[in-house]
């Protein structure tokens, strides 16, 4: 066997993957032949069952954390050890309020994953772990998510999804610049799609405006107090921007010479509001990154 799938709809609802059952990983460990894991996670414990084994956590390709209940903080470090993850899908988990990056004592020590104290607390280990390969991440319905900062590591980003977090207010804090020593200090360096949807307390992507070498593509619908984008002159000019008309009319520039420069980048779209997305997205992940 060289690919192995296990999202929701292709395997029963009570298959031990889906359900944390730890029998099913053991026997998916002996596979000798396993090349590629696509799978779907509902629990911590699953999830620590997963990386338990270093087979099944170094050839998982795409990961989908479903319906976490029991994690209201959790330690994106953890997965820094799949070195063949370039996926990431992040879906419905409303007990969620935070996603950190802090680097872990113990590979697999206790709560590693859950924690309770605040973002990068002063007694904590600032030097985070870096992702080997991670090019796509989907969050979606975390509705207790305030800011998505870890992403600030992932050097290797290239698409980008957040929709439906109703709390989220930024995507990178600077607050969260400031304090940390980021690995690569030009975040989404090499990013090629950003697509938000939904967010209706979003007011920020990052902190000021960036280079964007490789974007592509700006997709925002119904984020209306999203009226600065991180753009100025030297952003890029191959930049193509989609949303409703309206929101675009209330765009506010650093100055004439950027909105020059990205006005012809405007392209109005309306379908997005008969689109039922979030549903169909969670069934087949890999849709969002189209």
């Known amino acids: 066997m060289s690919v192995l799938s296990s999202y929701e709809d292709e395997m029963d609802e009570d298959n031990v993957l889906n359900s944390g ?18 799978i779907e996670i509902k629990s911590v414990f699953a999830l620590e069952s997963l990386l338990s084994f270093h087979n099944l956590r170094g050839c998982t390709e795409q ?3 479903l319906d976490f209940r029991e994690t209201k903080v959790f330690n994106v470090s953890c997965l820094a050890n799949m070195e063949r993850l370039e996926s990431l899908v992040v879906r419905k ?26 973002l990068f607390p002063t007694n904590s ?28 590591f992932v050097s290797t980003l290239t698409k980008l999804v957040v929709m439906s977090c109703s709390r989220m207010e930024e995507i990178i804090s600077d607050q969260v610049t400031n304090m940390v020593a980021i690995p690569n200090p030009s975040p989404f360096a090499k990013l090629e799609k950003l697509d938000l949807r939904d967010l209706p307390k979003l007011k920020s992507i990052c902190w000021g405006a960036l280079p964007f070498p490789c974007l592509r593509q700006i997709r925002v619908f119904n984020c209306s107090k999203l009226i600065k984008l991180p753009l100025n002159f030297d952003s890029g000019n191959q930049i193509s921007i989609e949303g409703y008309q309206e929101w675009w009319e209330e765009i ?27 549903d169909e997205a969670i069934i087949h992940p890999t849709l969002l990154f189209r």
């Open 125 to 152: 280990n600032r030097i985070a772990p870096c992702f080997h390969v991670l090019s796509e991440v989907s969050l979606g319905g975390c509705n207790k998510l305030k800011n998505a900062a870890w992403l600030a």
């Open 21 to 38: 059952n730890e029998d099913l990983l053991k026997e998916l460990k002996c596979l000798a032949h396993l090349d590629e894991l696509r």
């Open 63 to 65: 990961l989908l954390l």
């Open 93 to 118: 988990c409303e007990s969620m309020e935070e996603m950190v990056m802090r680097k872990m004592e113990n590979e697999f020590g206790e709560g590693r994953m859950i924690e309770s104290s605040s």
């Open 252 to 278: 506010q520039w650093n100055d004439e010479v950027t909105r020059n420069a990205f006005l012809p980048s405007f392209k109005r779209v309306d379908w997005w509001k008969d689109v039922d997305w979030e």
